[in-house]
């Protein structure tokens, strides 16, 4: 019985773990942990040399494995990818969930996109659940999901212009 306790717990901790990757829950508590993000404000006179240096590190790691809950080169799930590019391009330090991301930026409309900002998206049904950085030409990186790697995508595919919840910006 103890070994099954065992487990228990170590399933509730990988659950746990999961939640603070790209995936976000609708409990209260998550909700309000969301508002409680502090926004993320970057000179707006940084966007042009900042989105082109996102863009350029960005570039360098398609190809990279998803990896579940991933935050280095080795191995990436969407929002970890997008905290080392803004931590390693910018030194700016971004919350960890894709549902954080989007609380601490502010929302722009889709046509005000620019290299640098962020787009995201609802994959799970259950809320903010993706994120992506737009690099310009309706395009965007992403760590899509297990067994992929980092790839772009184009914003207006039906599967991402469809899920598309919010597109947000650092730079104000």
């Given at each position: 019985m103890q070994i099954?306790?065992f487990?228990k717990a170590?399933l509730?901790s990988?659950a746990?773990?999961g939640l603070?990757?790209?995936s976000?829950?609708?409990?209260?508590?998550?909700?309000s942990?969301?508002s409680?993000?502090?926004?993320?404000r970057?000179?707006?006179?940084?966007?042009a040399d900042g989105g082109r240096?996102?863009?350029m590190?960005?570039?360098?790691?398609?190809?990279?494995?998803?990896?579940?809950?991933?935050?280095t080169d080795?191995?990436?799930?969407?929002?970890g990818?997008?905290?080392?590019?803004y931590k390693?391009?910018?030194?700016v330090?971004l919350?960890?969930t894709?549902?954080?991301m989007?609380?601490?930026s502010?929302r722009i409309s889709?046509g005000?996109?620019?290299?640098?900002?962020?787009?995201?998206?609802?994959?799970?049904?259950r809320?903010?659940?993706?994120?992506g950085?737009?690099?310009?030409n309706?395009q965007?990186?992403?760590?899509p999901?297990?067994?992929?790697t980092?790839?772009?995508e184009?914003l207006?595919?039906p599967?991402?212009?469809s899920?598309?919840?919010?597109?947000?910006?650092?730079f104000?």
């Amino acid at each position: 019985m103890q070994i099954n306790a065992f487990w228990k717990a170590g399933l509730v901790s990988l659950a746990l773990l999961g939640l603070a990757a790209c995936s976000t829950t609708s409990s209260k508590r998550t909700s309000s942990a969301a508002s409680k993000v502090k926004p993320v404000r970057i000179n707006p006179a940084m966007q042009a040399d900042g989105g082109r240096e996102l863009i350029m590190q960005s570039m360098d790691l398609v190809g990279t494995p998803y990896r579940w809950g991933g935050t280095t080169d080795a191995g990436f799930d969407c929002s970890g990818m997008i905290q080392y590019l803004y931590k390693n391009a910018l030194g700016v330090n971004l919350p960890r969930t894709s549902r954080d991301m989007a609380a601490a930026s502010k929302r722009i409309s889709k046509g005000s996109l620019k290299a640098g900002d962020l787009v995201f998206f609802n994959t799970s049904g259950r809320g903010i659940s993706h994120v992506g950085l737009y690099i310009g030409n309706d395009q965007f990186i992403h760590a899509p999901s297990s067994g992929k790697t980092i790839q772009t995508e184009t914003l207006s595919k039906p599967y991402y212009a469809s899920r598309l919840v919010k597109a947000g910006t650092y730079f104000y």
